[in-house]
């Protein structure tokens, strides 16, 4: 009997819906006359039949939307689940009064959900809940790939109401090794000539002075300046001829490491700030700080293993006091030189990236003469001055990223680990600047530091 009865439900349930043929379960409702039943949770697109202890003659469901029901008996009735979500049926008696209230919950069809995440995530430890009219997923997983993709088949079940209770297990803190080098080559070359008349009688009234042929100014005696006087105190002839040849090389390096966790942002910065006044609109002024110097800005993402998701954001800068804005009662804020890279890049634990060829070239050149005279052939180059600049900036990025965990506290040293100040004698005595070394053993319980090898030069050097 009870095999017609479901077979009879399946068939009419499917007739009545207009839904595929469901599975069908069968449930017995203990009725207490006047009372609502507890809730009862009918899968998505899936049947319940539902077998009542007393005769009932009328059966409605509130919202048929969610839930689409038939009656097969007058003890028996079927519930098909349509939409997630919550609605109620009644139960009416032969005489018209209430029988009972089935509170139903119509929740994704996490059976089938299950099966699709053991296909294809095998070797994720997650487990899947329904909550109201969504799914709740909890677990951990590998990666956050493995998260994602978890997350992408749960909308396909339940779409805009699934809930992420799943954490990322294995290494999800990022170390980035960044060294910036830079290197300013500056050549600058000058070749003049300055030729001038002076004397007492020049200052004769009646005698006009030439003026001197100045093709540039000079100082005698500076580098790279020859004088040649030729004459006497009533008459004299100057001439100055200037060579001078200046080369520089500028060499800046930082090498920052930071540590940040999956998915944060982390933030460096080496050089200074420098108030730029601000006035508001009522008038008042205050004073912001610029940053300056070499900055870093990165996010890592872990995706999946040991492949790393990098977001980097890098800028060296410096003040150039010969370029500035003038903002009245003699005050003048400066501008930056500013050489900036922005890169998303994904690269394995320990592998490494560079960011080159971030060159700047300026040339400039400059010529002077005394007019036709500085034209003239071989005896021109007396009349006339030439100069010669060129600046070369070169900036080079290495960034080489790792995987890392936390370690005890004393299994790390300091370079002022193995010194201590000296005492009066060892200082007045005997010139020592530190005192002996310590046990560090002792010191420190035993710790893996005294373990550590200290020979030779240890600690922050600069040089």
């Known amino acids: ?9 399946a068939m009419l349930g499917a007739l009545v819906a207009g839904a595929p043929l469901a599975q069908a379960h069968a449930q017995t409702l ?11 949770r009918v899968p998505l697109n899936r049947a319940i039949v539902l077998e009542s202890d007393a005769a009932f003659a009328e059966s409605s469901i509130a919202n048929p939307l969610i839930a ?3 009656t097969l008996s007058d003890r028996t009735v079927y519930v098909l689940g349509k939409l997630p979500g919550r609605t109620t049926l009644t139960l009416l ?6 029988m009972t209230n089935v509170e139903v919950h119509v929740t994704p069809d996490i059976a089938e ?18 909550a109201n009219d969504g799914i709740v997923l909890s677990g951990t997983v590998s990666s956050v790939a493995k998260l994602d993709q978890a997350l992408e088949i749960a909308e396909r079940y339940a779409p805009e109401r699934v809930l992420n209770l799943m954490g990322v297990g294995g290494t999800q803190q990022v170390q980035l090794k960044v060294r910036f080098a830079e290197m300013r080559r500056t050549v600058s070359k000058e070749l003049g000539a300055s030729l001038g008349i002076s004397g007492t009688d020049l200052n004769t009234p009646g005698i006009a002075a030439p003026g001197g042929f100045t093709g540039t100014t000079g100082v005698a005696g500076a580098a790279g300046a020859l004088q040649i006087n030729v004459g006497t105190s009533s008459l004299n002839l100057n001439l100055l001829l200037e060579a001078l040849e200046e080369k520089g090389v500028v060499r800046t390096l930082s090498e920052p490491n930071l540590t940040a966790l999956s998915g944060q942002t982390a933030s460096f910065l080496a050089g200074g700030e420098f108030p730029i006044p601000q006035i508001d609109t009522e008038g008042n002024v205050g004073v912001e700080f610029k940053p300056f110097g070499v900055t870093l800005d990165f996010t890592p993402t872990v995706v999946d293993g040991d492949i790393i998701n990098l977001v980097l954001n890098s800028e060296v800068s410096s003040i150039d006091p010969g370029d500035g804005t003038s903002v009245g009662n003699g005050a003048v804020i400066p501008s930056l030189n500013v050489r900036r890279a922005n890169s998303t890049v994904e690269l394995r634990d320990g592998q490494s990236f560079a960011i080159a060829g971030i060159l700047q070239d300026d040339f400039q050149d400059n010529a002077r003469q005394v007019p036709f ?13 030439a100069d010669y600049q060129r600046r070369q900036t070169e900036l080079v990025i290495i960034v080489t990223a790792h995987l890392v965990q936390p370690t005890r506290g004393e299994a790390l040293a300091l370079p002022t680990d193995r010194i201590r100040p000296p005492t009066e004698n060892e200082l007045f005595l005997y010139g020592h600047l530190s005192g002996a070394t ?4 002792a010191s420190t319980g035993g710790s893996a530091v005294a373990a550590q090898d200290f020979s030779g030069n240890y600690g922050y050097v600069m040089e």
């Open 113 to 130: 959900f299950k099966e699709r995440l053991r296909e294809l995530l095998p070797s994720e430890r997650i487990e899947v809940r329904t």
């Open 93 to 98: 008696g032969p005489d018209g009064r209430l």
């Open 373 to 385: 005279l500085g034209d003239l052939p071989v005896l021109g180059a007396l009349f006339r001055s």
């Open 438 to 441: 310590t046990n560090t053993r």
């Open 1 to 9: 009997m009870k095999f017609r009865t479901l077979l009879r439900a």
């Open 30 to 40: 203990r009725i207490s006359e006047g009372r609502t039943q507890g809730a009862l």
């Open 68 to 70: 689409d029901i038939a």
